[in-house]
């Protein structure tokens, strides 16, 4: 198998006087969910189209499972199961109509698929009931059934979440996780709200006027928001010493300014200062302190993220 599923090299998208993708090199690897954050505008759903072959690329190459080459490509499409924009829902038609009439259309055998299809995204009991009076959660979901016709290895996503109110966020969250843990789908997800992605998305990209900035895994980006307790003291050394004995952690460090981050206790910041305190420890600075998803993403395209 391939160890990724996608890899663009120095990909690049220009519409007329607008550069919509800036010499993209983004990896996914297999069974990954990857998600791709921008504010609008970014680039996020021209790439989405170039690699679905919904648009072609100015400059710059594609692979997809390993193949790049033109025909191969095309093949190599077939693999891949697509939600960009609001799909096309007939709105008088039921769950199963709206399915159903996309599986004739793509030319996909067998009827029973449309059923597993809704089962799988918890839309297998919605009877008579039209697409028009479905909530935007279950339209999104519905979209989401379309593009699992055909056992896709790959889905890309354009903002799924979007709109959601947080119920239908955790929804649909727990439903791609499901789709990725037991079926072993890959997959691409845009939003441009990173905390949205958070313990779905097992790698980052994060791209800004049509360059992606940084490709991080999970972990990494955890460490990077980490929070902390900064504790300035009179005696640092000392204060170390106290936090390892009696808080009996080591989760800390000690600044060349001597300022201490210390990574546990958190929940519990009066235990910590009394027991500085009670060690004749003075205390110049105590605060809680640390980047969360959102301002970490907000610095990393430079603040401008309502321009
Ligand atoms: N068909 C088009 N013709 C001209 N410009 C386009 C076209 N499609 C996209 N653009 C421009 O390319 C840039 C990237 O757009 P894109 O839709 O990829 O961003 P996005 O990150 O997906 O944002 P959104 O979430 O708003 O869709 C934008 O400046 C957009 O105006």
Known sequence: MNEYVLRTNLLTKRYKQQLALDNVDMSIRAGSIYGFI??????????????????????????LFGQSEEKALIEARHRIGVAIEQPALFPYMTAYENVEAHRI???????????????????????????????????????????????????????????????GVVEMRELLRKLNRERGITILISSHILS???????????????????????????????????????????????????????EFEV??????????HLERPGRVSSALAAHGLEI????????????????????????
């Open 38 to 63: 921008g504010q609008n505008g970014a680039g996020k759903s021209t790439l989405m189209k170039l690699v679905t072959g919904l648009a072609f690329q100015t400059s710059g190459s594609i692979e």
């Open 105 to 167: 259309q793509r030319g996909i055998p067998g009827r029973e698929c449309v059923a597993q299809a809704l089962k799988l995204v918890g839309l297998g009991e919605t009877g008579r009931k039209k697409a028009r009076n479905f909530s935007l959660g279950m339209k999104q979901r519905l979209s989401l059934a379309v593009a699992l016709l055909g056992d896709p290895e790959f889905l890309i996503l354009d903002e799924p979440t979007n709109g959601l109110d947080p119920m």
């Open 196 to 250: 949205e992605l958070h313990q779905l998305a097992t790698h980052y990209g994060i791209i800004h006027h049509g360059k992606l900035l940084e490709q991080l895994t999970a972990d990494e980006l955890q460490a990077r928001c980490r929070t902390f307790l900064h504790i300035k003291v009179d005696a640092p050394e000392r204060a170390a010493a106290v936090i390892e004995r009696e808080l009996d952690t080591n």
């Open 255 to 264: 600044l060349e300014n001597g300022a201490i981050r210390l990574y546990a």
């Open 284 to 307: 110049e600075q105590f605060m809680p302190m640390g980047e969360d998803l959102e301002s970490y993403f907000t610095a990393r395209i430079g603040g401008g993220a309502h321009e």
